[in-house]
């Protein structure tokens, strides 16, 4: 545990009164949110079943965590519809770009033993990008960071990365002894770049002594368990491998697999949606910050760096939920994640992965402590669709919330000394409650008279709310009266002791 951080208070030149103050992570006070999840499934089921069959999926697989369990699977159709190989939680899927958060984890690993710099130009370990020719004389170079982020300014290249999984590491590097072709200036913007994340993977190699998929699997895939995953498909069960399927006149046509190659970092995985859980409780295990020891393969402060949205990318005010309510959203990458936003400042964290025969998505939700995951063998499957409809149903039904911040000591220690003011405003100059700012933005008989003119209309007070607490230091608590109720609003200053800076006092209507 962290140590707790004593602070001293100075309420006058004569008084000094000493009080401790320690950090509170963020709680569920829901104890039922597991049960009101667990009422759900025959709905989800049925969602999923349908979705299946009106998109002509032939085999899927998916998963529901909460609290950092997998607490619900189902499964549908074949993952081999020769033989009749029955799609179920153990069944190996290739999950194609899912894998990107696995090559930007290793590289915060890395970058978090001092081994590389996530602003390193690429030329340290690309020689030839000391001679690369950019769209203009004026750009900047490639990053690590950019690569991370799709901010290379290499074009979007889907259609083409996906057919190179297997590519050699010599065809890899031909590309930038050739020259690497732009489509931006470096850091200009967002371009989804498959060749970007396969640099990566040469890089972890380079720096590690490793290749990509062994530094992966011993200090990743190893460290939680994932012993059900594989990198090539040939050494994956025959019982057990998801065979890839589309849909072409009216039937399902069997795709070639692709082997295992220096595109692996972009899009190479194969594993079971136990296995997955494994890794999506990883990430959710990173929230909310808490003074835990540390027992991940990376430190809880790097997920949540991979997390945070690095490369804004997309408003979408046009976007409604499943029940059509307009809820707009807005998208950014992260590193090697997904990252979104909806109207309701409800973030969802994860990916999608596509490759021919495939199609995969998973989500955590790290401020409500739940994920999903669903894996299928038809080629670009839209998983992510049926999960947010999903994730839509299981909020809406289940009406569990996200996890609620306790209020700070020096939060609930203003909000008293407030309620001692109000609504008279007497002697406030003399309180040493307000930070220097607060009366040259603030004028006591305007205080007053606004408080006066609330008060009068709210009737008796007959409750004081506890505090809610948007941080450390800022946060708002209810006076409610038999007529209407008063809100108020302060946020605290960066000093030590944290004084009152900024106030708000609004009247709400029953």
Known sequence: MMPKIYISLLLSASSMITFAQSYQPAVFKDQDRVKKIAATFSV?????????EENHIPGMVYGILADGKLIHTGYIGYTDISNKTVAGTKSDFRIASMTKSFTAMAILKLRDEGKLRLDDPLSLYI???????????????????????HSAGYPEDNPWGDRQLAA??????NIYKKGVSFSNDPGLGYEYSNLGFATLGYIIKKVSGLSYQDYITQNILKPLGMSHTYWEYAKVPDDQLAHGYRWVNSGWVEQPMLHDGSYSAMGGLITTIEDFSRYMALHLSAWPPKDDQE???????????????????????????VNGRPCPTVNAYAYGLRWTKDCDHRVYVGHTGGLPGFGSQWTVMPEYGIGIVAFANATYARAGVINMQVLDTLLSLSGIGPRQLPASAILNKRKNELIKLLPKWENVAQSGLFAQNFFLDYFTDRLK?????????????????????ENQLRGYFILEGT??????????????????????????PK
């Open 44 to 52: 989800i089921d049925q969602l999923y079943k349908t979705y299946a």
């Open 127 to 149: 020689p030839e990008m000391k001679t690369a020719k950019y769209p203009t004389a004026d750009a900047s170079s490639v990053t690590i960071r950019h690569l991370l982020t």
């Open 168 to 173: 050699t590491e010599e065809e890899l590097l």
């Open 295 to 321: 027992s991940g393969p990376l430190k809880r402060s790097s997920i949540r760096e991979m997390q945070y949205p690095w490369n804004l990318y997309a408003l979408n005010p046009a976007e409604k939920t």
């Open 449 to 469: 008279a606004d408080a006066a003119a609330a008060y009068s209309q709210v009737g008796e007070i007959r409750k004081i709310n506890e505090l809610v607490a």
């Open 483 to 508: 007529k209407a109720n008063i809100r108020i609003t302060f946020t605290l200053t960066p000093e030590n002791p944290a004084l009152i800076q900024e106030y708000h006092l609004d009247l709400i």
